[in-house]
C-alpha cells in the first residue's frame, strides 16, 4: 500500500470529495453520487470538512440513534492490540514524538492531544483547536460519524482506568478511518471505480440498462459482461493487494514485536550489568590465585632450602665415603693377608661363641651357688631364731628362781655354799 507522504501537502479530505464528484462516470454521463459535507459546517474552517455520508458510506448514518458500544473496550488484549495497531501507524506516518506501549498504558493528557491533533491533521492539515480541547472534540468525532459519543468528563483525566479506554478505542477507530481514506485515495488515483465497493458503478449500470429497456432493448449481456469483467480484475487486484497487506503485515507485526520486547539500550545495560558481575567475580577470582601463589611460593622456597641442605649432607656423606675409598685404596692387602685375617675372624668369632657358653655356665653355677646361700643362710636365721628364743625361756625361768621362797629352795640348803653357785 502506498502511503501519503507528510512531505508533501495534504488536500482537505472535503476537497477531495469535491473533487471525486466532479469525476465523470464510465458512462460519460455526470456522476449519480452527491456531493460531501464539510466536517464542520457552518463554520469558517470549511476546509476541515471529510464526508462520511455521501459518496463513501458512513459508521453510523446521520441521525441513528445512539447504540452501545459493542467493542470489549476495557479487554486487556484488545487494548494492547489497540495500542500496537495505534503505535505502527504513528511510526509509519513521521510522528515527531516519543512513543511506546509503556507511554500509551497510561498517557498524560498532553500527549493524547498530541497524538489525537496528529491524526486530525492527516484529515485537515488546516485543523487546530480554537478553543478548549474537551469541548472541540466530541463535536469533531460527532462529525466524523463516530458510532457511540464521548463525554467531557473523560477527556478532562484522559489517564484515569475508566477514560482511557474510550479514549484508546476513539484514536484506534481513527486510525481505522484514516487507513480506509489511504486506500480509498489511492484507488481513485490509479483510475478505479468511482465509488468505494463499486455501488456507483452498479448504479450506473441499472442507468444504462433501463435506457436500454426505455430504448426497447432488452439484451443487457455486453452491459453485464463489462460489470463482470471490471469485477474480475477488481477481485484480482484486491487478492493481489490482500497477499501484499498480508506481507507487509508481517513485517510490521516483526517490527513492533522488535518495538515491544527489550530495546538495544535496555539490552546493552542488560549486557553492561552482567559483565560487571562477571569482572568482579573474575577479580575475586584473582585475588584468590594471587593468595594461592603466594603461599606455593612460599612453601617452594622452603623446599628449595631443604633441598640444599640435604644436598650439602648428600656432598659431605659423599665426601666422606670418598675418604674411606681412599683410605681403603692406600691399604696394601694381599690375598695371604685377606686368607690370615679370614683365619682370624673365624677363630675370634668361635672363640667368642666357647666364651658365651662359659660365661652361660658361670651365670648357671652362680646362680646355684647364691642359691645355696641363700638357703644356709635361711638356716642359720632359723637355728640364731630358736637360740633366741630358748635364751628368753631361759632367763625367764632363771627369774622365777630367784623370787621363789628360801625354804622353798632345795640348793639352799646345800652344805657349804650358796644358792646358785656354780
Known amino acids: 500500500m502506498r502511503r501519503t507522504s507528510l512531505a508533501a501537502p495534504r488536500a482537505s479530505l472535503g476537497g477531495l470529495g469535491s473533487a471525486s464528484t466532479n469525476r465523470q462516470s464510465t458512462s460519460g454521463r455526470p456522476s449519480m453520487a452527491p456531493k460531501r459535507q464539510?466536517?464542520?459546517?457552518?463554520?469558517?474552517?470549511?476546509?476541515?470538512?471529510?464526508?462520511?455520508?455521501?459518496?463513501?458510506?458512513?459508521?453510523?448514518?446521520?441521525?441513528?440513534?445512539?447504540?452501545e458500544d459493542p467493542r470489549p473496550l476495557r479487554d486487556k488484549a484488545y487494548m494492547s492490540k489497540s495500542i500496537r495497531k495505534l503505535i505502527v501507524y504513528l511510526s509509519e506516518h513521521g510522528y515527531d514524538r516519543s512513543i511506546s506501549s509503556q507511554i500509551l498504558t497510561s498517557p498524560t493528557t498532553k500527549d493524547f492531544l498530541a497524538i489525537i491533533s496528529f491524526m486530525f491533521a492527516n484529515i485537515d492539515p488546516n485543523f487546530k483547536f480554537i478553543g478548549k480541547f474537551e469541548d472541540e472534540i466530541p463535536g469533531v468525532l460527532k462529525l466524523l460519524a463516530y458510532p457511540t459519543s464521548i463525554g467531557r468528563s473523560a477527556l478532562t483525566a484522559v489517564g484515569n482506568p475508566t477514560s482511557w479506554p474510550q479514549l484508546l478505542a476513539v484514536l484506534s477507530w481513527l486510525v481505522d478511518l484514516l487507513k480506509y481514506h489511504e486506500t480509498v485515495t489511492e484507488q481513485e488515483s490509479d483510475g478505479h471505480f468511482d465509488s468505494d465497493d463499486g455501488h456507483t458503478m452498479f448504479v450506473d449500470y441499472l442507468s444504462r440498462a433501463y435506457a436500454l429497456f426505455l430504448a426497447g432493448e432488452d439484451d443487457t449481456s455486453a452491459l453485464e459482461e463489462e460489470v463482470a469483467f471490471v469485477f474480475g480484475s477488481k477481485n484480482a487486484q484486491l487478492r493481489q493487494q490482500a497477499e501484499q497487506l498480508r506481507a507487509a503485515n508481517g513485517d510490521v507485526e516483526k517490527q513492533l514485536q522488535l518495538l515491544s520486547g527489550e530495546s538495544p539500550l535496555q539490552r546493552a545495560q542488560s549486557t553492561n550489568r552482567d559483565l560487571r558481575a562477571d569482572s568482579a567475580k573474575f577479580e575475586a577470582h584473582i585475588g584468590q590465585l594471587q593468595e594461592h601463589r603466594d603461599k606455593l611460593t612460599d612453601k617452594l622456597q622452603a623446599e628449595e632450602a631443604e633441598r640444599d641442605s640435604k644436598q650439602a649432607e648428600l656432598a659431605a656423606v659423599l665426601?666422606?665415603?670418598?675418604g674411606h675409598k681412599a683410605t681403603v685404596a692406600k691399604q696394601e692387602l694381599t690375598p695371604a693377608d685377606v686368607a690370615r685375617m679370614?683365619?682370624?675372624?673365624?677363630?675370634?668369632?668361635?672363640?667368642?661363641?666357647?666364651l658365651k657358653k662359659q660365661k652361660e655356665a658361670a651365670s648357671t653355677e652362680q646362680w646355684d651357688a647364691e642359691l645355696a646361700v641363700s638357703k644356709g643362710l635361711d638356716r642359720v636365721h632359723a637355728k640364731a631364731a630358736a637360740a633366741s628364743e630358748a635364751a628368753l625361756r631361759l632367763a625367764a625361768v632363771a627369774a622365777e628362781a630367784r623370787m621363789a621362797p628360801p625354804a622353798d629352795d632345795p640348793v639352799s640348803v646345800l652344805p657349804g655354799g650358796e644358792g646358785g653357785g656354780g
Not at 41 to 57: A, E, V
Not at 342 to 354: D, I, K, N, P
Open 38 to 67: 464539510s466536517m464542520m459546517p457552518g463554520d469558517d474552517r470549511r476546509s476541515r470538512g471529510m464526508s462520511l455520508g455521501g459518496r463513501r458510506s458512513s459508521v453510523m448514518p446521520q441521525g441513528a440513534r445512539k447504540v
Open 342 to 354: 679370614g683365619a682370624e675372624r673365624t677363630h675370634l668369632e668361635q672363640e667368642l661363641a666357647s
Open 319 to 322: 665426601a666422606e665415603v670418598e
